[in-house]
């Protein structure tokens, strides 16, 4: 039984599930910090990984340690109600919880009061979620244009309209905005809701609770709440 | 700390490390086939894997298991000699031995013997190395033609001429021969050998020692022994 070590953790402005995006890389204004653990703060083991334009994080679905295998699961953008096979998706609940994203490598600062630290973009990932490696995304290996997507390549994922009322973008930083106007226009409710659907969701944000509701193609943002 | 549960294990033409293309993919000629263990024979497990082309694995590096954290690395394709930061390399002297590998998924039997099996292509692994994941290769968010790679961008792998006598190619089985030729095209000597190396040099593969010498351009196999 091998035994793993965390790293690292990744700091992102997601401090819950909902409203993460579904893969890493869909969302380049998302921007993340990787802050190692204690054992692992030695800036010579970055050496050279400036020279990247990407990395893949090997990273632990902390929230979704399940103890029995379960052959097969129901991803929310085929409705929920589907099941395929746990190895034909990249769902969390999986024999060893391990999760795989390829993230933009924006920045290296090699000395912080928290030792050196990888700015990156576009993580798909909770905040504080544990790393167990990090690695350099090589084109020669990595990258497959010709790659079908089996049946990923089917779903289709309209996107939303936003409308912000400005007096609720107002608190929002400015530099989060982008982000957050992305995260909201790339539909974050699960693919199961009903059709004519009136809820009203709350999307978690940088320090911000954001609440919408849907009607056909747009998404009205009602209510904006420090958290 | 996490635990990791080997879910399957991979069966390669690999039963030592030397001769192992540096990265998956490289070798679409090399066939492989993975084997569940017990616990996770269970064919829904793979239901619509059949639509992907392309899957990961994530496995462990079963020789090199270190126990002290070392932050440099020094790669054998930068010449030996020259220390990279471990997080800048793919190299397997890690702080969690995993490996991550991009395979082509050639075909799915559901029901053997040994229960279900993939068939793949292009594994750079050791025959019997154990799997602790295997994910579908989404396109949409791990293919990134734009992506820059580091140093590995400035390696040069010049192609080497293979001169396979007849006689000494007779007893490798047919279906392997494009894959060992292309194996020792690839000049599988480490990036540190001397201009000049006289030595002789030997690739186990499919049950055989290949042993050969290099001169300039051209690999020439002079003995074939079966193991």
């Known amino acids: 039984m091998q035994t793993l070590d965390i790293i690292a953790r990744i700091h992102t402005d997601f401090p819950a599930k909902f409203g993460i995006p579904r893969q890493s890389g869909l969302i380049d204004a998302l921007k993340s910090t990787i802050v190692f653990e204690e054992a692992y703060r030695d800036a010579s083991a970055l050496r050279g990984i400036e020279g990247y334009s990407h990395l893949w994080l090997i990273w632990q679905f902390s929230e979704s340690v399940t103890t029995r295998f379960s052959p097969t699961v129901k991803p929310p953008r085929l409705g929920g109600n589907r099941r395929v096979g746990v190895f034909a998706t990249r769902s969390p609940f999986r024999p060893n919880p391990l999760g795989l994203s390829c993230v933009r490598l924006e920045g290296v600062e090699l000395s912080t009061p928290r030792g050196p630290v990888l700015h990156v973009a576009g993580a798909d990932l909770l905040d504080g979620t544990p790393i167990y490696d990090i690695k350099p995304y090589l084109p020669y290996a990595d990258c497959h244009p010709d790659a ?9 994922y309209p996107r939303l309209k936003v409308d912000f009322p400005q007096a609720l973008l107002n608190p929002i930083p400015p530099d989060k905005r982008d982000a957050l106007m992305e995260v909201l226009a790339q539909d974050p409710r699960p693919g199961y809701r009903h059709a004519g659907d009136a809820r009203r969701y709350g999307v978690q944000f940088a320090g911000f609770d954001v609440r919408f509701v849907v009607e056909g ?5 009602v209510d904006v709440e420090a958290l």
């Open 217 to 221: 193609d747009v998404l009205k943002v």
């Open 148 to 156: 079908v997507g089996g049946f990923t390549d089917a779903i289709d």
